[in-house]
Structure formats: C-alpha cells, structure tokens
C-alpha cells in the first residue's frame, strides 16, 4: 500500500507543474483577449468623443478631466469610462497611458498628430517596437504584486516608455499593447471624424 502511494504521490507531483503552467497560459490567452476588447473600446471612445479618455489616477475607475503633466498620463484603465470589466484575468487593473495630445478635449488632434509613447525590448531602451504609440495598455501579469524585474519595473515607473517582449517563466510576465497612430487615423476617417 505504501509504495503504490507513493507511486501516486510522484506522478501528482509531475502534473501539478504542468497544471499551473497550463492555468497561467489560459489566464494569459484571457488577459490578451481583455486587452484586445480594451484597445476597441478605446477605438470606440474616440470615435464617439473626438480625444482619448485621460487615465485614471485616483482608482475611481474614470479618466480623469485633464492629462497635461507626465504624472497625468499614465494611470489605471478609467474602465468605467470605456464600458470594459475592471481587471484582467490575474485579478488586477490595467495600466493605461496616453499622450497628452491624444486627451487633450480642448484641442482635437489631427492627422498631423504624434504620438510620443516609447514601446521598447529592454528596459535600456536601446531597441524600439515603436516610438510613436498614442496610447498603451499594459497587464502586469501575475507576479505584479512582487519584485518586479527591471523590464517589469519600467512598465510601472509612472513615465511613457514601456517594454514589450516576449514571456519569460519566472521573470517578465506582462502583456503590452498599444495603439499605433495610424490605427486611430484609419478609424477616424472610417468613421468621418477625421478629414
């Protein structure tokens, strides 16, 4: 009896691995999936309002009236405003950041408009996806709550560059998607909001 448990104590010990590996995949396919419905919303939003929403910064879940400052633009997902589920599939609220010109309710942006965020493959910066994006979302996976990586890190330093690579077990785990200004101008003149 005792060797057949432990006969059944070895080969559970060899699935659970396999098990959380599989439950994290799902939860990220489900977080990629939100931060797809997230990115349409925001589409959506400026259709409808001319200007993206500014972040959220005091976790009411709504953007906030101006985004003039750094500080100002880069928060939470105001998902009350974009009519999207408040957390992703790890439980937590989406970073969101926008260039300012982008949320600017007075001035609408143009064709001519640029966006300003850096999407890069380390946290040095030395490689860019993107140095143009208008708007990013950002998942900080499910180790957020602990010591993030230094990659990790500059996703949450509060500025507008961001990193964006692939999955690393044990390490970087965050989902970065963003919204290229050329996306939004082919909407908006879809949409007839733009010339």
């Known amino acids: 009896m005792a ?3 432990a ?15 599989q439950i994290e995949q799902q939860r990220r396919n489900e977080t990629s999936k939100y931060m797809g419905e997230v990115r349409d919303a925001l589409l959506g939003y400026a259709m409808a309002n001319d ?5 959220d910064t005091n976790g009411d879940g709504t953007a906030e ?8 633009q880069v928060g939470t997902l105001p998902y ?3 009519g999207v589920t408040d957390k992703d599939a790890h439980g937590s609220v989406l970073v969101y950041a926008v260039t300012k010109a982008f949320a600017d309710s007075t001035t609408p942006f143009t064709l001519g408009t640029a966006g300003t965020m850096r999407i890069c493959t380390t946290a040095a910066c030395t490689a860019n996806l993107t140095n143009k994006a208008v708007a990013v979302i950002v998942s900080r996976g499910a180790n957020w709550a602990s010591t993030p990586s230094t990659d ?5 330093d509060g500025d507008t560059d961001f990193v964006s690579h692939d999955f690393v077990q044990d390490g970087f785990d965050d989902l970065v998607v963003w919204l290229s200004p050329n996306i939004l101008f082919n909407r908006m ?5 733009l010339p």
């Open 3 to 5: 060797i057949v448990l």
């Open 7 to 21: 006969i059944v104590a070895l080969l559970l010990g060899g699935l659970l691995p396999t098990l959380s590996g």
């Open 51 to 55: 200007t993206l929403p500014c972040p």
């Open 65 to 72: 009236a101006t985004c003039t400052t750094v500080a100002q």
């Open 80 to 82: 009350k405003d974009l």
């Open 152 to 156: 990790e890190a500059e996703n949450t």
């Open 189 to 193: 003149v879809a949409a007839g909001k």
